[in-house]
């Protein structure tokens, strides 16, 4: 069972597969509840409480006391009410005992416990299995245990469930299903099975604190249908433990993108909210379950406690930013293998910004989706080439005339933003004429899509592989090679780096994904960062190519991968033991110390390539040199921040990324043997539970000395933690 957690006050997602939509619930004070494709938190009352006739009303602290609205009708304030003020009592932070599993989150105060469950798990490829078993996948449902232990009590108790919302709620039974519970609309809501003598009832009203506070099993609970406050009431006799099982759904009809006309997929499966909770809620032992089992999971692994923090509320966020949509149009090729009629379309949104499948979060996400759902990986790769990929010409910007030459390839940072696609070609993001955030990055997600082909294609220790996808798009691998090449310069001065910026840029310069840092990691040209993923991307083709009995072009890409090894080795500074962040000469920036270099030797590691990332390998001086850089920048006052004993992305800036710094982790401890201290965990689990962060469910911004937010909230990419795992 997951450990109690030392600090409670911070919201987590709760979120159904491929619903873009979370349960956001954990800030003491604050509101939160049922919310669809937002950038934050929801904003209703949660009421979950416990009641005993006589003694009050304690509940868990996620609502604000609230009027009732009945003078817009009456045109007469409420009269004072004495027992909502007396008998409604918030649990403080000293009395709850919280803790978070990878697919539940409980709380436990007094007689009260309430728990929320996830369930995830392998999702089959949806064009290759049946509607019946892409239900119990895509049901747009979570699930609740609301438990009440009256054991010592001497007469009648309550629990209570309830929202306030800003709009009217209507009680399930109204629609003679046989389900207990509140709805708004056909938009969210909750429902359970009946209990055993009416122990289970709903509950609406504008006075709702007063309704529960006077609580009776003989009296019937007010039902006033122009209300938005309801919930469902549970009586529990003395001397007894009950709990009510809740599924908790969400429900979108209709096209609901732009540019690509989709739906979500699970509306081609269920007909609507009602519908989608009464499968929920026939089904909540085996998701309960599914959810426990994800627990025990995770417990097993020997991983830290904060360790264990970290993987499930990471995994908590990135559930709660994908959608599955079905694309109405045929946007993007059917697979050759579909069995079934729907047309998926796969997204993970960027958190805060709604971005869609931003590539430079894809690269990092595919570890964990390679584990549960590789066909995601794979429909993004194809959308990639059908639709927002572009070939340009490159220029040297270091020239004041930037003359071009031709370039190649490369595919766009995102697909669109807040649920409108982008017109081919292009994204939300980029713009010309900068040189800084919103520039192109597309050196780097030539690469990106490179090492993500390399991966869903190639067996990995994650994956199987898929031979035939990479055969049958040999040709934009091949169009990827040329376009690194013509990226790095003329022929006769190839060093197998980045030499050229996108013509796209006009009078900017590309960047990298670390679009909001300092410029030791900003900018792409020169960067020590891009050049070791330029490496990797060479090695990604050359294995590809080799897969695929293509000999010449595997040789050539080996070749490139040594010249851009060979050139990174050369900028070592010995005497110091680092390499500067950007190679280019008098670079604003280039004397940090930064530890995204080693980020890329995650992909041959992973795709089973053990010499290309052993120091005794045929790229040892490379790996060695890395791994004395890394061993000199994890040193506080350099990487390992003074203050709180986290880790810095680059020495020069307290802007940190957490995502990133579990995959340096990995690599540093996995790969190159070194030892990071504890600590660091311990500062990045307390970021997010205690600094501004938890406000926000998983932020990757953070600052390193505190772990103030500063951006990236609400955030997907936390899930590079599932590295730990391996």
């Not at 509320?313 to 559930?319: A, E, G, M």
């Not at 790969?671 to 307390?686: E, F």
């Not at 998983?698 to 909230?713: E, I, K, N, W, Y």
Request: hydrophobic share 40%; net charge negative; charged share 20%.
């Amino acid at each position: 069972m997951p450990k109690p957690l030392p600090t409670t006050d911070f919201y987590a997602h709760h979120s159904p597969f491929g619903a873009f939509a979370s349960f956001t619930l954990g800030r003491h004070g604050f509101r939160g509840g049922f919310g669809s494709e937002l950038a934050g938190p929801a904003d209703q009352d949660v009421y979950i409480a416990v009641v005993r006739p006589g003694k009050g009303v304690e509940a868990l602290p996620f609502f604000r006391p609230s009027s009732s609205p009945s003078i817009a009708y009456t045109g007469e304030v409420a009269p004072s009410d004495s027992a909502r003020s007396a008998h409604w009592r918030t649990f403080g932070p000293e009395e709850i005992v919280r803790t978070l599993g990878w697919a539940t989150d409980s709380w436990a105060a007094g007689s009260l416990t309430f728990t929320l469950h996830t369930p995830f798990g392998p999702v089959p490829d949806v064009v290759e299995i049946g509607d019946g078993e892409m239900r119990r996948h895509l049901c747009p449902a979570i699930f609740a245990e609301l438990t009440v232990d009256n054991r010592d009590g001497d007469g009648e108790a309550f629990g209570f469930f309830g929202i306030g919302a800003a709009d009217p709620l209507r009680p399930l039974s109204d629609a003679g299903n046989g389900l207990l519970g509140m709805a708004r609309g056909g938009e969210y809501g909750f429902a359970a099975a009946p209990l055993p003598g009416r122990a289970l009832r709903e509950l609406q009203t504008w006075e709702l604190e007063t309704a529960v506070a006077l609580a009776d099993s003989d009296a019937a609970p007010p039902i006033e249908r122009l209300a938005n406050r309801g919930g469902l009431l549970m009586t529990v006799p003395a001397g007894e433990i009950r709990t009510c099982r809740l599924a908790l759904g969400f429900f979108r009809h209709g096209i609901v993108t732009s540019g690509i006309a989709t739906t979500y997929l699970y509306s081609r499966l269920f007909s609507d909210l009602d519908t989608a909770l009464a499968f929920a809620v026939e089904n909540i032992d085996e998701y309960i379950d599914t959810a426990r089992l994800c627990d025990e999971e995770l417990d097993a692994t020997g991983l830290s406690d904060e360790r264990k923090f970290l993987v499930a509320h990471s995994t908590h966020s990135y559930l709660g930013s994908t959608m599955l949509l079905h694309d109405e149009r045929g946007a993007l090729p059917r697979s050759p293998f579909a069995t079934t009629v729907h047309r998926p379309i796969w997204v993970v949104n960027e958190g805060e910004y709604r971005m869609l499948n931003t590539l430079d979060l894809t690269v990092d996400q595919a570890f964990f989706e390679l584990l549960y759902h590789p066909w995601t990986l794979r429909n993004t790769l194809d959308l990639l080439i059908h639709r927002y990929s572009y070939t340009d010409e490159v220029q040297d910007a270091t020239d004041p005339a930037r003359p071009r030459f031709p370039g190649g390839i490369s595919f766009t940072h995102d697909m669109g933003v807040a649920n409108q696609f982008a017109p081919a070609r292009f994204s939300a993001y980029e713009r010309p004429d900068l040189s800084g955030c919103f520039s192109y990055m597309t050196y780097e997600q030539l690469c990106n899509f490179c090492l993500c082909a390399a991966l869903y294609g190639l067996p990995t220790v994650l994956a199987e592989g898929d031979v035939f996808w990479l055969a049958a798009h040999r040709n934009t691998l091949h169009a990827c090679l040329r376009s690194l090449l013509h990226r790095d310069g003329p022929d006769a001065l190839r060093n197998g780096l980045m030499s050229f910026d996108s013509g796209r840029c006009r009078n900017g310069q590309e960047i990298t994904t670390y679009d909001s840092l300092d410029p030791s990691l900003g900018q792409a040209r020169g960067s020590a960062y891009l050049a070791v993923k330029t490496w990797a991307a060479y090695l990604a083709l050359s294995r590809c190519f080799d897969t695929l009995g293509e000999e010449p072009s595997a040789v050539e890409a080996e070749e490139r991968a040594a010249c851009a090894a060979a050139t990174i080795a050369a900028q070592w500074r010995e005497v110091d033991e680092f390499f500067p962040a950007l190679f280019e000469k008098d670079s604003p920036g280039g004397a940090a110390r930064t530890l995204p270099v080693v980020e890329s030797l995650v992909y041959p590691y992973l795709w089973g390539d053990e010499d290309a990332v052993s120091p005794y390998g045929r790229y040892g001086q490379l790996i060695s040199q890395l791994r004395r850089h890394m061993k000199a920048a994890l040193t506080p006052g350099i990487c390992i921040d003074r203050v709180s004993g986290g880790l810095k992305i680059t020495s020069v800036s307290e802007n940190t990324w957490l995502s990133k710094l579990f995959l340096i982790q990995f690599v540093a401890e996995t790969i190159l043997g070194l030892k990071v201290p504890p600590s660091t965990d311990q500062a990045h689990a307390r970021w997010l539970r205690e600094g501004e962060a938890r406000n926000h469910a998983f932020t990757d911004q953070v600052r390193s000395t505190d772990g103030a937010d500063l951006g990236s909230r609400f955030y997907p990419r936390g899930v590079t933690s599932h590295l730990w795992m391996i």
